[in-house]
């Protein structure tokens, strides 16, 4: 088999690790790949636009933003004429599968090719350009498409290729806006990229906390929606609010179609508030730059599943698209996904809006209406008769950036919902010590995009006369709901509590433990908050490493945290291209140790210039970070000199990713409502919660302490463990050993 890959479109982060991913495992199947360079125009002018591309063509790329084999926008691709040609040349190179990487006009384009082939193959010979038996031979064109497009506006994935990093591009925007708005009281209009879909809009204002934000798929319900915008952004500075932002999406209109533009925004802002008002339009900012380790990461595994895809010995496989749903790789016909996304474009010309949100599906449209409340200037007025509850909010364990997002997010949406929300200052500490008050709406403010812990946190787990000391104070501030937003050592409290409610009765109140820990060991979620910040100080941190590597032929040994989990060690080399990850899951043995020095020898022989190896800091506690790199250095003698980085504590720190933010507010919001649904209820349950394969799932506190690994603080199960085949192919041309784990 043969295979063309190529980028087409516009060009998103993370195309060039979706190619790296499709060319080393198409290599490790034993298929040959060719790039088809400048996407359909390529295919349309053949020639050397289409090549043969090896392993090495696509080293040092996983970094690189846009996409290294070109892409374009191909008229003559249009025409039945133009596919004509790009038919011929396919046959002529032997190709009979197609990876298709581009947005939904690509992926059209493939689908009509499809749709066309067998009579496209009939022409060609009719004209003489090719021959019967080779028609016959390449009638089952097998094609296979992955979305990179920064606007994630197609169905069939979770996450676009690029949309990630787009967020990134607008958060760290946004975020310096806000700060220079704050400075002076001023206006900010954010314009940012989405002609169908609010997408990057709707998820940027959720992250960066802004004041208001127009999409496409849900326009303002009034008329007169300039004077709500205008009271809510009033009514804020009033409350003392220095900046006001709000963040329009290119194609963002009002309920009868008319387009809202950022300017328009901005003239009713200056007219009817009189506020000096400036207009941001982030442009090609949002599709530029380094992809963020989530683009890197899906973008990899999607590629290597395209190839797998490929294998299917169906002989006239129908096209798909693979896509991200939950953590899993997904499969999904190309026919499909199309109608779906048309859907959505269809709906929001007819003005069934309702529709357009449907279609886009339960988290955006939870995503939405979380937004609706927190751009509120000020809380509801509480309906008569509502129940007012009085919840603490908490953090502990190690710090995690997003524990401000979350906490922020809990804050205002259970104030808006009339409750009493207490906040309790270093951790268990301060439940020990009484270190307790009322966090009211503007106490929060600026809250989202602040990294660290502004209530504070420790690991100190209570124990002993600890418990008197905490029951006191929680019957003193009539605490009737807990929210505990923390790490391992959080959770171990909480079981504490849990398992002591028959004695203390103040503990006997419904309690939920929200993951936040950089460390990603937590039990009842695939993800905790925190993981992807981590992550993309690491990914930035090893780049710049590789960099200083250019004129030597060097190998770094770069130790990540993660207590006993190796999910940042794994994720952290797939995301930099690293050709190892220890772990302490997996263990280290002398003879793993052997074999990775012949893999690095054979490695720099052939030409090799930089390697990398990732290491958890727990995986052994012998073969220490630096008993490695002196292992290496020594038996790498002229090859190579070693080099070790311990990362540290810049992996703790930093603002929030944009990805953790949302991740923070919507469990946040979760955890209040389930909460207010227990207090009171007749058998008030305790939980973790957590998302579960893309779904936000509650795990009973009962259940927790069989799914865990005490001794090595990480759950018993894992689901990252299985993406380590893909990520050892990858790095690594090494035929696989027998027995191998890798
Ligand atoms: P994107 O893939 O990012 O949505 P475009 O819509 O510009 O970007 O599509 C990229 C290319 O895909 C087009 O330049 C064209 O070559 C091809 N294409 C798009 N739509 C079609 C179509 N309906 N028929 C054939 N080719 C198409």
């Not at 900046?243 to 179609?257: H, K, L, M, P």
């Not at 949406?413 to 200052?425: E, I």
């Amino acid at each position: 088999m043969k295979i063309g890959v190529l980028t087409s479109g516009g060009d998103a982060p993370g195309m060039n690790a979706a190619v790296r991913a499709v060319v080393r495992m198409a290599l490790d199947k034993g298929i040959k790949t060719y790039a088809i360079y400048e996407g359909y125009q390529g295919m349309v002018d053949g020639g050397d636009r289409i090549r043969p591309i090896g392993w090495n063509d696509v080293g040092g790329i996983l970094h690189q933003g846009g996409t290294v084999i070109g892409s374009a926008r191909c008229a003559r691709f249009r025409e039945r004429d133009g596919r004509l040609q790009a038919a011929l040349h396919l046959v002529q190179n032997g190709i009979d599968g197609l990876i298709i990487i581009g947005g939904d006009g690509s992926l059209t384009g493939a689908h009509i090719l499809q749709k066309e082939w067998t009579g496209l193959l009939a022409e060609l010979v009719e004209k003489g350009e090719i021959e019967q038996a080779v028609a016959d031979q390449y009638q089952a064109l097998k094609i296979v498409g992955m979305v990179g497009s920064i606007d994630n506006d197609m169905y069939g994935t979770d996450m676009t290729i690029g949309a990630d990093t787009a967020l990134h591009r607008i958060v760290d925007a946004v975020d310096a806006i806000a700060s220079t708005a704050a400075s002076h009281q001023r206006s900010f209009v954010v314009e940012v990229m989405g002609r169908r879909c609010g997408y990057l809009a709707l998820m940027g204002a959720l992250a960066t906390g802004a004041d208001w934000v127009l999409i496409p798929e849900a326009p303002p319900n009034l008329d007169d929606w300039e004077s709500k915008m205008c009271e809510v952004l009033a009514e804020g500075r009033h409350v003392g609010r220095r900046d006001s932002i709000v963040i329009v999406a290119e194609g963002a209109q009002d309920r009868y179609g008319n387009p809202i533009t950022s300017q328009y925004v901005k003239e009713v802002l200056e007219e009817r508030l009189g506020e000096d008002t400036r207009v941001t339009v982030l442009g090609h900012v949002q599709r530029g730059g380094s992809p963020s380790a989530f683009d890197r990461n899906v973008s990899t595994l999607m590629g290597a599943d395209a190839v797998e895809a490929m294998l299917s010995d169906a002989p006239k496989m129908e096209p798909i698209v693979i896509g991200i749903q939950g953590n899993e790789i997904s499969r999904t016909p190309l026919s499909h996904c199309l109608e779906k996304t048309w859907g959505v474009a269809e709906a929001i010309k007819r003005r069934d809006y309702e529709r357009a949100m449907d279609l886009r599906g339960r988290s955006f449209s939870d995503a939405f209406h979380i937004v609706r409340t927190m751009v509120r200037a000020l809380p509801h007025e509480p309906e008569p008769g509502q129940r007012r509850l009085r919840l603490a909010v908490m953090n502990a364990g190690g710090p995690a950036p997003g524990m401000n997002t979350a906490v922020r997010a809990a804050v205002r949406l259970g104030v808006d919902k009339g409750h009493t929300m207490l906040g309790v200052y270093n951790g268990f500490r301060g439940l020990i010590d009484g270190d307790i008050s009322e966090l009211d709406w503007m106490k929060v403010g600026g809250w989202a995009p602040r990294g660290g812990a502004l209530l504070g946190t420790n690991r100190d787990i209570p124990e002993g006369r600890d418990f008197y000391a905490i029951a006191r104070n929680l019957e003193k501030h009539q605490v009737q709901g807990l929210l505990m937003i923390g790490g391992f050592a959080g959770y171990q409290s909480v079981l504490e509590l849990y398992a002591r409610r028959d004695t203390f009765p103040a503990f006997d109140i419904p309690i939920i433990c929200l993951p936040a820990s950089i460390n990603n060991n937590l039990p009842g979620a695939d993800l905790s908050v925190g993981a992807d910040t981590a992550l993309n100080s690491i990914a930035q941190a090893v780049d710049k490493i590789k960099q200083s590597a250019v004129a030597s032929q060097r190998t770094f040994v770069v130790e990540v945290m993660g207590h006993y989990c190796g999910y940042l060690s794994l994720m952290g080399a797939m995301a930099t291209g690293a050709e190892r990850a220890y772990m302490h899951e997996e263990g280290v043995t002398l003879k793993d140790l052997v074999e990775d020095v012949r893999q690095l020898k054979k490695g720099f022989r052939r030409g090799k210039r930089v390697g990398l190896m990732i290491r958890n800091e727990m995986a052994n506690e012998i073969y220490s970070t630096s008993f490695m790199s002196a292992l290496f250095e020594e038996e790498g003698g002229d090859l190579f000199d070693v080099r070790q980085a311990i990362l540290g504590h810049m992996q703790q720190g930093g603002d929030p990713s944009p990805f953790d933010r949302i991740l923070a507010t919507r469990l946040a919001a979760r955890c209040v409502d389930f909460l207010e649904a227990q207090i009171g209820s007749d058998n008030p349950e305790s939980a973790c919660i957590g998302q579960v394969q893309g779904e936000i799932l509650l795990t009973s506190l009962e259940d927790v302490p069989r799914q865990l690994d005490k001794a090595h603080s990480r759950p018993k199960t894992q689901w990252w463990l299985d993406l380590r085949t893909v990520a050892g192919v990858l790095a690594q041309p090494a035929p696989k050993k027998k027995g191998s784990k890798r």
